[in-house]
């Protein structure tokens, strides 16, 4: 896998998840809302960690800094 990612792109996945994480704790997001967004917050975890976004690769869009 190319990495498609730039790191201005997974600091704010990785504090979109945060804050998602936050509203769970704090009890203001609950039933299926919370179960939609804690998945979609993995995502952005785990797609930050590999800085590789499969939608930017089937879009063939980046945010890296071009080599």
Excluded: E, H
């Excluded at 936050?22 to 590999?50: E, K, P, R």
């Amino acid at each position: 896998m190319k990495k498609n990612m730039g790191s201005t792109d997974r600091i704010i996945r990785v504090l979109l998840a945060g804050v998602v994480a936050l509203l769970w704790y704090n009890g203001i997001v609950q039933g299926t809302l919370a179960y939609v967004l804690m998945t979609l917050a993995v995502i952005f975890l785990i797609t930050s960690f590999i800085s590789f976004c499969p939608l930017y690769a089937l879009f063939g869009t980046s945010t890296c800094k071009k080599r």
